[in-house]
Structure formats: structure tokens, C-alpha cells
């Protein structure tokens, strides 16, 4: 239910939302997007560190990350931007409060990299259907198209977001720990958001100038 109402608030950034096929399927695209970058990239995470270094790990839900999701559609209504830059993660993964410093800091990039993994893939999945996709799709090759489109734009900027150096984000705990590791996992996650995020959400439908998006 909190996957689903937070979709229903993202749907609310395209101005053409509305009781209509086209919105059922963009809010069924965003559920499966925010399942596949909350949950399922919560459960791979902590099965991996669960395997490498024995650390306990619980899946929560987090109903106060609506309100960052409603703050996230209003700056992209007002913007005109899509998508918001400010994403709720409505399902996270919290470690254990007694792990040691070091492990929680191998939690966090293993969360990361699970997320920008599943959002690269997405895209090349998605680049795959597109190509092969006929010229009259279905209800249902669309869904797909989009909810992978959709897990590449949420799971790049989970990513992204979740790096800043924010008193309440994991980037400041990264950053605290490791300046040299917080700036390359950034500059991995900024890039990919920035050559894969962007350039759609402020129009474009590829990217034109590598160089630009880049910097």
C-alpha cells in the first residue's frame, strides 16, 4: 500500500495525470519501479552482506519518506522538471545498530552499487524492448517499457540523492568515514544519473552532448 500511494504521488508530476489508461499505467510502471528499487534491492543487499561479512540486516518500511515524495513532485511541478530530484525511499534496508563502523560503510556501497546495478540494467533492458518493440504496442508492452524506464530514473536518483552529504542521508556518514571513497562512489552515481536521468527529464530523448551532461 505505501508503494502504491507513493506512485500514486508520483504519477501527479506529469500535468496530463489524471482518471485515464494512460495514468493507470504509468502508476502500475512506478509501483513495479519503486518495488524493484526499494525491496528487491533491499533484500539483494542484505543477502550479500549477510554472505560476506556476517551482518545482520532488516528490510523496514519508512512511511515518513512520503512527505519527501510529496516535496518531490511539488519542485518538479514547479520546475517543470521531471523527475523530482528529491526521492522517498518508502522500503530501506537498516543494519544492525551494533555493527562495526567499517562493515556499516561496506553496507552502504553495497546498497549503492545494488541500486545503480538494477537501474543499469533497467536501461539496457529497456534499449533491448524499445529497438524490438512493434510499431502499434499493446497495453502491457508499454507497462513494460515504462516500468523499466522507471527503474532506471528512480533507481539513479535514490542513488544520487542518497549521496549527498545531508545530516540525515548516508552520504554525510560516507563522507564522514572516507572523503577519497564518498567522492568516487558520488562521481559513479552522478555520473550515471547525468548521462541517464537528465537529458529525458529536461527533454532530450538521448544525449547529444556527452561533455555537457558530464560536467
Do not use: C
Amino acid at each position: 500500500m505505501l508503494v502504491l500511494v507513493t506512485s500514486i504521488l508520483f504519477g501527479f508530476v506529469d500535468p496530463n495525470f489524471g482518471f485515464d489508461p494512460t495514468s493507470v499505467r504509468l502508476v502500475l510502471a512506478l509501483a513495479i519501479a519503486l518495488f524493484i528499487i526499494t525491496y528487491v534491492s533491499s533484500w539483494i543487499s542484505g543477502s550479500i552482506i549477510k554472505r560476506a561479512w556476517g551482518v545482520q540486516s532488516t528490510i523496514e518500511l519508512q512511511p515518513s519518506a512520503l512527505l519527501f515524495a510529496l516535496i518531490g513532485v511539488v519542485i518538479a511541478r514547479l520546475l517543470e522538471f521531471s523527475p523530482g530530484f528529491l526521492i522517498g525511499l518508502v522500503i530501506g534496508l537498516e543494519v544492525a545498530t551494533n555493527t562495526a563502523v567499517h562493515h556499516r560503510i561496506r553496507s552502504i556501497i553495497v546498497k549503492l552499487g545494488v541500486l545503480v546495478g538494477l537501474a543499469i540494467i533497467a536501461w539496457i533492458a529497456y534499449s533491448t524492448v524499445v529497438l524490438n518493440q512493434s510499431s502499434e504496442p499493446t497495453f502491457f508492452s508499454q507497462l513494460l517499457v515504462d516500468s523499466l524506464a522507471s527503474v532506471t530514473a528512480e533507481g539513479l536518483t535514490a542513488a544520487f540523492v542518497s549521496l549527498l552529504p545531508l545530516g540525515f542521508l548516508e552520504g554525510r556518514e560516507l563522507l564522514t568515514r572516507s572523503k577519497k571513497l564518498w567522492v568516487g562512489a558520488f562521481l559513479a552515481a552522478g555520473t550515471a544519473f547525468s548521462l541517464l536521468v537528465l537529458p529525458t527529464a529536461a527533454g532530450d530523448s538521448e544525449v547529444r552532448d556527452v561533455l555537457t551532461w558530464t560536467l
